[in-house]
C-alpha cells in the first residue's frame, strides 16, 4: 500500500511541476531556517555539558542581603570553603578552586596574552582535560610547572617539543617562570570556565584567597543539605545569608532564573534562556509559514483530484487511506526538501555562524533526533490538513467533479494566508524599529567627544616598570609632540564600561543619606581629551594627580550635574564626601556624560583621580593622515615598552561593540522578513496561478467583451490585496507590543510612531499585487478564442 501511495504522489508531482517545485522550496526554505536556529539554540544549551559527570558538578553560590536590604551574590568564596567540603563531607566527590586571570605569556622572544587558570583540585580529572603530549599529574608534584592548550604551545615555540620548556608568565606586579609539563586539546567554545593552560596552586602558598568553587556530588548526595550544612559551618553576619549550588550546565543559561536577583559578574556576559524564546518563534513561524504553502496549494486543487478520490472510495478505500495518501505525499515533499535544506545549510553555515556569533558546526549524526523531529513535525502540518479536508469528499460528489466544503474551509485558506503575511508585516516593522533604534544608539551625544580617541592598553609588568619609575607624564608629551595628536589622557576606567565601581555615598553633613554613584577614576588630562566641560570649580592639578593613591586618606572629587541634584546641593564645592572610610572634598562639577550604555539612564558620577594606577591611554587625533599618525604612536610606544605588542582601540568602536547584540538581532530580524515575505510570495504566487487557471473561461469571457489586462488583474488582485491589507491591520498592534516591550532594554529610546508599520503594510501591500498582478496578467494575456476553445 505505502509503495502505491508513493508511486501516486510522485506522480502527481510529476503532472503539477509548478506547485510541486513551489511546495519543494517552501519546505526547503522553512527546514533550513529551523535547522540552522536549532543548531544555534543547542549550542547555547550545550554550555559545559560535556564535562565529565556534568549533571553532578556544581558551583557554590553565597546569597546575602546588605545593609541597605539589596540581594547580594557572591561566586568567589574563601578557600576554607573548598578544604572544608574536601575533608569533611563524604558526598562531595572532589572540589576544585577556578580562577581565570588574563596574563601575558613570554617564550623563545614570543610575547601573546592567554587565560591562565590555576586550580587547587585534580584539575585533569574534574574539568576532563583530554592531555595528548605529557604528563600532568606532575602539576601537584613539581612547583611551577603548567599545562597548556594545543595551540598556545603551538603560539609560543611552534613545532618544537613543548614538554621541558619554560614560559614566563607576567601580570601587572606579578611575574613568574612555569615549566611546561603537559599539552591539552583546546577546550570547546560552548563552556564558561575558559582557559588555555592550568597550573596548581595549594591553598595555604598562594596569593588568592578567594575563588569560585566548584564541587562534584556523588550520586546520591543530597543537594539541599549540603547548602544548610554550609549556612551553618560558614555563618555571615547577615542572618539572611544562605548558599546555593547551581549546577554547572544551568550556569550559562537559568543563573538569573535560578538566583533571585542576580545581575552577573564582571566576567563572561551571562545568558538568559528566556532570550532564546524570540528565535524559537521565529524558527516555528517561518517553518509555519513554508508548512501554510504546501497546505493551502494542495487544498486549493483539490477539485483537480476529486475524481481520484471519488473513484478511490467507490472501489472501497477508506477514509483513513485516502488520508494516508495526502500524509505520504507531504512526507514525500518533506523528504525531498530535507537533503536540499542540508546542502543549503552547509552553504549558508559559515555566513549565520557569523551572525550569531557562535562556531556552528553542521553534523547530521550529532543532531539527528532533532532533525527527525522538525522533519516529521514539518510532514505532519504540512500533510494533516489537506488530509483530513480531501478525505471528507462524498464519492458521489467527487465523482461529479463537485466539492462539498467544509464548514469554515474557505475563510480557514484565506486565514492561513493573512497568517503569513501578518507574520512578514511584524518581521519588517521589527527590523525597521531596531535599526532606527540603532541609529539613535550610534548618533546620540553621551556627553563627550567619541569620534578619533584611540585607546592604548598600558597594564602590564613593563607598563608598571613605567609607573614606578613616574614615566608616564614623560610618555604622554612624547605622544603631543606630533601635531596630529591633539590631547591626551589617562585613566582606569573606560566609557561605556559594564563595570565601572559602584559605591554608596553620603554627605558627611547628613550621614544617613547616601547616594548610589559610579565611582570613575581618571586624572586630569582625561576631561580635556574628551572634551567634558567643568560647569563649576576646577578638576584635579597634575600634581596631585601624580601623588595620590587608593590608600591617601583625603581625597578631591568632582562630581557630575546628577550627583549634585541627588545630593540637593545648589553649590556643590566645598562639600564633603564619605567614599568608604575616605573622605573627599568636592572641588568642581563637571557636565553629565554616559559611563555606561544607554540601557541605563544618566546617573551620579564621582570622577576619582587615578593617579599612577591606570590602565588606559587616550589620544585625540585629527582626521586626516590617521594612518601616519598611528605609525608615530606605535613606534613612540616600541621606545619606551619594546617587549609588549602594541594594542589599541578606538572608543567609537569600542561603544560600539555593547550594542553587539542588539545589532545581531537587527541583522536576524532582516534576514528573517526577508525569507519570510519570499516564502509568502511563494504560496501566494502558487495560489493565484491557481485561482487565474480555475477562471480561464471567465477571464476569455471578459476580453471577448473588451475587458483589458490591467481591469482583469485589478478585478482577480483585489481579493488577494484584501488579505494583505487585513493582515496589516492585524499585524500593527502585535508588532506595536513586541517593540514597545523590546525598547523598554533601553532608557534612551525612539519613539514608536506609524512610520514602520505603515512602511511594513505598503510593502506587504506591494508584494501581494505585484506578485499576483503577474501571474493575472499572463493569463490574461493569452488568446480568448484558444482559451474558449480549449474550454
Given at each position: 500500500?505505502?509503495?502505491?501511495?508513493?508511486?501516486?504522489?510522485?506522480?502527481?508531482?510529476m503532472?503539477?511541476?509548478?506547485?510541486?517545485?513551489?511546495?519543494?522550496?517552501?519546505?526547503?526554505?522553512?527546514l533550513?531556517?529551523?535547522?540552522?536556529i536549532?543548531?544555534?539554540?543547542?549550542?547555547?544549551?550545550?554550555?559545559?555539558?560535556?564535562?565529565?559527570?556534568?549533571?553532578?558538578?556544581?558551583?557554590?553560590?553565597?546569597?546575602?542581603?546588605?545593609?541597605?536590604?539589596?540581594?547580594?551574590?557572591?561566586?568567589?568564596?574563601?578557600?576554607e570553603?573548598?578544604?572544608?567540603?574536601?575533608?569533611e563531607?563524604?558526598?562531595?566527590?572532589?572540589?576544585?578552586?577556578?580562577?581565570?586571570?588574563?596574563?601575558?605569556?613570554?617564550?623563545?622572544d614570543?610575547?601573546?596574552?592567554?587565560?591562565?587558570?590555576?586550580?587547587?583540585?585534580?584539575?585533569?580529572?574534574?574539568?576532563?582535560?583530554?592531555?595528548?603530549r605529557?604528563d600532568?599529574?606532575?602539576?601537584?608534584?613539581?612547583?611551577?610547572?603548567?599545562?597548556?592548550t594545543?595551540?598556545?604551545?603551538?603560539?609560543?615555540?611552534?613545532?618544537?617539543?613543548?614538554?621541558?620548556?619554560?614560559?614566563?608568565?607576567?601580570?601587572e606586579?606579578?611575574?613568574?617562570?612555569?615549566?611546561?609539563?603537559?599539552?591539552?586539546?583546546?577546550?570547546?567554545?560552548?563552556?564558561r570556565?575558559?582557559?588555555?593552560?592550568?597550573?596548581?596552586?595549594?591553598s595555604?602558598?598562594?596569593?588568592i584567597?578567594?575563588?569560585?568553587?566548584?564541587?562534584?556530588?556523588?550520586?546520591?548526595?543530597?543537594?539541599?543539605?549540603?547548602?544548610?550544612?554550609?549556612v551553618?559551618r560558614?555563618?555571615?553576619?547577615?542572618?539572611?545569608?544562605?548558599?546555593?549550588?547551581?549546577a554547572l550546565?544551568r550556569?550559562h543559561?537559568?543563573?538569573?532564573?535560578?538566583?533571585?536577583?542576580?545581575?552577573?559578574?564582571?566576567g563572561?556576559?551571562?545568558?538568559?534562556?528566556?532570550?532564546?524564546?524570540?528565535?524559537?518563534?521565529?524558527?516555528?513561524?517561518?517553518?509555519?509559514?513554508a508548512?501554510?504553502n504546501?497546505?493551502?496549494?494542495?487544498?486549493?486543487?483539490?477539485?483537480?483530484?476529486?475524481?481520484?478520490?471519488?473513484?478511490?472510495?467507490?472501489?472501497?478505500?477508506?477514509r483513513?487511506?485516502?488520508?494516508?495518501?495526502?500524509?505520504?505525499?507531504?512526507?514525500?515533499?518533506?523528504?525531498?526538501?530535507?537533503?536540499?535544506?542540508?546542502?543549503?545549510?552547509?552553504l549558508?553555515?559559515?555566513?549565520f555562524?557569523?551572525?550569531?556569533?557562535?562556531?556552528?558546526?553542521?553534523?547530521?549524526?550529532?543532531h539527528?533526533?532533532?532533525?527527525?523531529?522538525?522533519?516529521?513535525?514539518?510532514a505532519l502540518?504540512?500533510?494533516?490538513?489537506?488530509?483530513?479536508?480531501?478525505?471528507?469528499?462524498?464519492?458521489?460528489?467527487?465523482?461529479?467533479?463537485?466539492?462539498?466544503?467544509?464548514?469554515?474551509?474557505?475563510?480557514?485558506?484565506?486565514?492561513?494566508?493573512?497568517?503569513?503575511?501578518?507574520?512578514?508585516?511584524?518581521?519588517?516593522?521589527s527590523?525597521?524599529?531596531?535599526y532606527?533604534?540603532?541609529?539613535?544608539?550610534?548618533?546620540?551625544?553621551?556627553?563627550?567627544?567619541?569620534?578619533?580617541?584611540?585607546?592604548?592598553?598600558?597594564?602590564?609588568p613593563?607598563?608598571?616598570?613605567?609607573?614606578?619609575?613616574?614615566?608616564?607624564?614623560?610618555?604622554?608629551?612624547r605622544f603631543?609632540?606630533?601635531?596630529?595628536?591633539?590631547?591626551?589622557?589617562?585613566?582606569?576606567?573606560?566609557?561605556?564600561?559594564?563595570?565601572p565601581?559602584?559605591?554608596?555615598?553620603?554627605?558627611?553633613?547628613?550621614?544617613?543619606?547616601?547616594?548610589?554613584?559610579?565611582?570613575?577614576?581618571?586624572?586630569?588630562?582625561?576631561?580635556?581629551?574628551y572634551?567634558?566641560?567643568?560647569?563649576?570649580?576646577?578638576?584635579?592639578?597634575?600634581?596631585?594627580a601624580?601623588?595620590?593613591?587608593e590608600n591617601?586618606?583625603?581625597m578631591?572629587?568632582?562630581?557630575?550635574?546628577?550627583?549634585?541634584?541627588?545630593?540637593?546641593?545648589?553649590?556643590?564645592?566645598?562639600?564633603?564626601?564619605?567614599?568608604?572610610?575616605?573622605?573627599?572634598?568636592?572641588?568642581?562639577?563637571?557636565?553629565?556624560?554616559?559611563?555606561?550604555?544607554?540601557?541605563?539612564?544618566?546617573?551620579?558620577?564621582?570622577?576619582?583621580?587615578?593617579?599612577?594606577?591606570?590602565?588606559?591611554l587616550?589620544?585625540?587625533?585629527?582626521?586626516?593622515?590617521?594612518?601616519?599618525t598611528?605609525?608615530?604612536?606605535?613606534?613612540?610606544?616600541?621606545?619606551?615598552?619594546?617587549?609588549?605588542?602594541?594594542e589599541?582601540?578606538?572608543?567609537?568602536d569600542?561603544?560600539?561593540?555593547?550594542?553587539?547584540?542588539?545589532?545581531?538581532?537587527?541583522?536576524?530580524?532582516?534576514?528573517?522578513?526577508?525569507?519570510?515575505?519570499?516564502?509568502?510570495?511563494?504560496?501566494?504566487?502558487?495560489?493565484?496561478?491557481?485561482?487565474?487557471?480555475?477562471?480561464?473561461r471567465?477571464?476569455?469571457?471578459r476580453?471577448v467583451?473588451g475587458?483589458?489586462?490591467?481591469?482583469?488583474?485589478?478585478?482577480?488582485?483585489?481579493?488577494?490585496?484584501?488579505?494583505?491589507?487585513?493582515?496589516?491591520?492585524?499585524?500593527?498592534?502585535?508588532?506595536?507590543?513586541?517593540?514597545?516591550?523590546?525598547?523598554?532594554?533601553?532608557?534612551?529610546?525612539?519613539?514608536?510612531?506609524?512610520?514602520?508599520?505603515?512602511?511594513?503594510?505598503?510593502?506587504?501591500v506591494?508584494?501581494?499585487?505585484?506578485?499576483v498582478?503577474?501571474?493575472?496578467?499572463?493569463?490574461?494575456?493569452?488568446?480568448?478564442?484558444?482559451?474558449?476553445?480549449?474550454?
Amino acid at each position: 500500500m505505502f509503495y502505491n501511495f508513493l508511486t501516486v504522489a510522485i506522480r502527481n508531482a510529476m503532472r503539477h511541476k509548478f506547485y510541486a517545485i513551489i511546495s519543494l522550496s517552501s519546505l526547503a526554505i522553512g527546514l533550513t531556517c529551523a535547522v540552522l536556529i536549532m543548531l544555534s539554540i543547542r549550542y547555547e544549551m550545550s554550555y559545559d555539558a560535556f564535562r565529565p559527570h556534568a549533571d553532578r558538578v556544581y558551583r557554590i553560590m553565597k546569597r546575602d542581603i546588605d545593609a541597605r536590604g539589596q540581594v547580594e551574590w557572591r561566586g568567589a568564596l574563601p578557600s576554607e570553603i573548598a578544604v572544608h567540603l574536601r575533608d569533611e563531607y563524604p558526598e562531595v566527590e572532589a572540589v576544585v578552586q577556578f580562577r581565570r586571570i588574563t596574563s601575558w605569556f613570554r617564550a623563545e622572544d614570543r610575547l601573546f596574552q592567554q587565560r591562565l587558570c590555576p586550580v587547587d583540585g585534580d584539575a585533569v580529572d574534574f574539568f576532563g582535560l583530554d592531555i595528548i603530549r605529557g604528563d600532568a599529574t606532575a602539576l601537584k608534584r613539581r612547583d611551577a610547572s603548567i599545562v597548556l592548550t594545543q595551540s598556545v604551545a603551538q603560539k609560543l615555540y611552534g613545532h618544537k617539543d613543548p614538554i621541558g620548556r619554560t614560559v614566563e608568565v607576567q601580570r601587572e606586579t606579578y611575574q613568574q617562570v612555569f615549566t611546561v609539563v603537559a599539552v591539552m586539546k583546546d577546550r570547546p567554545t560552548n563552556t564558561r570556565l575558559e582557559f588555555d593552560s592550568v597550573t596548581f596552586f595549594a591553598s595555604d602558598n598562594w596569593a588568592i584567597r578567594t575563588a569560585p568553587i566548584y564541587v562534584r556530588l556523588r550520586p546520591d548526595a543530597d543537594v539541599a543539605a549540603l547548602e544548610h550544612a554550609l549556612v551553618a559551618r560558614f555563618p555571615s553576619e547577615s542572618q539572611e545569608a544562605t548558599y546555593h549550588l547551581q549546577a554547572l550546565p544551568r550556569v550559562h543559561l537559568y543563573s538569573r532564573i535560578d538566583l533571585e536577583g542576580f545581575t552577573g559578574d564582571s566576567g563572561m556576559p551571562y545568558r538568559d534562556v528566556r532570550d532564546l524564546y524570540p528565535l524559537s518563534v521565529l524558527g516555528v513561524g517561518i517553518l509555519l509559514i513554508a508548512c501554510i504553502n504546501f497546505m493551502n496549494l494542495a487544498t486549493a486543487r483539490s477539485a483537480i483530484r476529486a475524481r481520484e478520490i471519488g473513484l478511490r472510495k467507490v472501489v472501497g478505500a477508506r477514509r483513513q487511506h485516502i488520508m494516508g495518501q495526502f500524509l505520504c505525499e507531504s512526507v514525500l515533499f518533506t523528504g525531498v526538501a530535507l537533503p536540499v535544506s542540508f546542502g543549503l545549510t552547509v552553504l549558508l553555515l559559515p555566513q549565520f555562524s557569523g551572525l550569531m556569533g557562535q562556531p556552528l558546526v553542521f553534523n547530521i549524526f550529532d543532531h539527528v533526533w532533532w532533525i527527525v523531529c522538525i522533519a516529521l513535525v514539518t510532514a505532519l502540518v504540512s500533510g494533516s490538513y489537506p488530509a483530513f479536508y480531501l478525505s471528507a469528499q462524498q464519492p458521489v460528489d467527487a465523482l461529479k467533479g463537485l466539492r462539498n466544503r467544509l464548514p469554515g474551509d474557505l475563510w480557514l485558506r484565506k486565514g492561513l494566508v493573512v497568517v503569513q503575511f501578518a507574520v512578514s508585516a511584524i518581521l519588517i516593522a521589527s527590523t525597521l524599529v531596531v535599526y532606527q533604534q540603532m541609529d539613535l544608539v550610534q548618533s546620540k551625544y553621551l556627553g563627550f567627544d567619541r569620534d578619533e580617541i584611540v585607546v592604548v592598553k598600558i597594564f602590564g609588568p613593563d607598563a608598571e616598570q613605567i609607573r614606578l619609575n613616574g614615566q608616564y607624564n614623560a610618555v604622554k608629551q612624547r605622544f603631543l609632540q606630533h601635531p596630529n595628536i591633539v590631547a591626551a589622557g589617562t585613566s582606569l576606567d573606560l566609557p561605556g564600561h559594564s563595570w565601572p565601581s559602584r559605591r554608596f555615598v553620603s554627605d558627611v553633613e547628613m550621614p544617613d543619606r547616601e547616594v548610589d554613584v559610579r565611582v570613575f577614576r581618571a586624572n586630569e588630562d582625561f576631561l580635556t581629551c574628551y572634551n567634558i566641560s567643568i560647569l563649576a570649580g576646577r578638576s584635579f592639578s597634575q600634581a596631585y594627580a601624580e601623588q595620590v593613591t587608593e590608600n591617601s586618606s583625603a581625597m578631591q572629587v568632582v562630581i557630575n550635574e546628577t550627583a549634585a541634584k541627588r545630593f540637593g546641593w545648589s553649590n556643590p564645592l566645598g562639600h564633603t564626601l564619605m567614599i568608604g572610610e575616605r573622605h573627599a572634598q568636592v572641588i568642581g562639577v563637571m557636565g553629565d556624560f554616559h559611563v555606561r550604555s544607554l540601557r541605563e539612564p544618566l546617573g551620579p558620577v564621582v570622577l576619582s583621580a587615578a593617579g599612577t594606577d591606570l590602565k588606559y591611554l587616550h589620544l585625540k587625533i585629527k582626521p586626516d593622515r590617521i594612518r601616519e599618525t598611528m605609525a608615530f604612536v606605535e613606534e613612540t610606544w616600541s621606545h619606551f615598552i619594546p617587549t609588549r605588542p602594541f594594542e589599541y582601540f578606538f572608543i567609537d568602536d569600542y561603544i560600539d561593540s555593547k550594542y553587539r547584540r542588539e545589532q545581531r538581532q537587527g541583522h536576524i530580524f532582516t534576514r528573517s522578513a526577508i525569507v519570510a515575505i519570499v516564502l509568502a510570495c511563494l504560496g501566494l504566487a502558487g495560489l493565484a496561478a491557481f485561482a487565474a487557471e480555475q477562471r480561464t473561461r471567465e477571464i476569455g469571457i471578459r476580453k471577448v467583451l473588451g475587458a483589458s489586462a490591467s481591469h482583469l488583474v485589478v478585478l482577480i488582485s483585489r481579493d488577494f490585496a484584501r488579505l494583505a491589507v487585513f493582515a496589516s491591520t492585524i499585524a500593527c498592534p502585535v508588532g506595536y507590543f513586541l517593540m514597545r516591550n523590546w525598547l523598554q532594554n533601553f532608557a534612551y529610546r525612539v519613539d514608536l510612531g506609524f512610520f514602520p508599520f505603515v512602511v511594513s503594510a505598503l510593502g506587504v501591500v506591494a508584494a501581494t499585487i505585484l506578485v499576483v498582478g503577474y501571474q493575472v496578467y499572463k493569463a490574461a494575456s493569452a488568446n480568448p478564442a484558444e482559451v474558449l476553445r480549449r474550454e
